[in-house]
């Protein structure tokens, strides 16, 4: 009788877990996942955060030694790239309007190959308040002269004085900019560093431009 018993509560104890785990816990209730599947939120061009009013997101890529090509994102359009098809060796830029944030032009210029009167006549005559987006792509300099880098430090860089043959480079500047640029990185062609063989690596750099207010007359 003893074991007879032992059956029947180890039957009553088997049966009321079986009940148990069918009917979620005995509290009338279904359990449901514990986490929400939580995504990242996407701002524009990929930042990591949104811009504030009346400033503009941008992404700039340099291109991948003389393979992948440079790319320039602004408020989440791509500008230039090589799926547009609208890059080339050497220097890639992008003129924006300072004001309305609405592009105005984009072009490439071969540094290595062609002729710099071309960035010349290009880069003279911008009206005050233009941003000027730039993104190398295998070499931006062997063709740059001394008014060229004059022009482009005028738009508020630095190292453009010192860029030099396959240096990678990203910049952006502005047509009567007072001071130097915060957004500019350069990434110097050296044997001993470079990623891929006779290439230093791409860079990246994104950021938040604030609008100019208008001109006045």
């Given at each position: 009788m003893?074991?007879?018993g032992?059956a ?12 148990n ?8 209730e ?14 524009k061009?990929?930042?990591?955060a ?7 997101a ?5 291109g ?18 090589s ?7 050497g ?8 004001v ?14 062609g ?9 003279r ?21 001394d008014e ?5 430090e ?25 001071n ?22 791409s860079?990246?750099?994104?950021g ?6 208008p001109?006045?007359n």
């Amino acid at each position: 009788m003893r074991f007879t018993g032992l059956a029947v509560l180890l039957l009553v104890g088997f049966t009321l877990l079986l009940v148990n785990s069918l009917f979620g816990g005995g509290n009338g209730e279904s359990q449901g996942p514990t986490t929400a599947e939580v995504r990242p939120r996407r701002y524009k061009c990929g930042l990591s955060a949104p811009c504030p009013s009346k400033h503009l997101a941008f992404r700039l890529v340099s291109g991948a030694a003389n393979v992948i090509g440079p790319k320039i994102c602004l408020e989440d359009k791509m500008l230039l790239s090589s799926v547009k098809n609208n890059v080339g060796r050497g220097l890639n830029i992008a003129l924006v309007n300072g004001v309305s944030g609405e592009l105005l032009e984009t072009k490439s210029f071969d540094m290595w190959a062609g002729d710099v009167s071309d960035l010349l006549k290009f880069l003279r005559p911008l009206h005050e308040g233009t941003l000027v987006f730039v993104a190398s792509f295998d070499d931006p300099a062997s063709k740059l002269n001394d008014e060229s880098r004059r022009l482009f430090e005028e738009l508020g860089s630095t190292a453009v004085k010192d860029l030099a043959f396959r240096d990678s480079w990203v910049f952006v500047g502005a047509k009567g900019i007072e001071n130097k640029s915060p957004f500019e990185q350069r990434m110097k062609n050296s044997k001993t560093g470079n990623k891929y063989e006779g290439w230093p690596e791409s860079l990246e750099m994104d950021g938040c431009i604030p609008l100019r207010p208008p001109l006045e007359n």
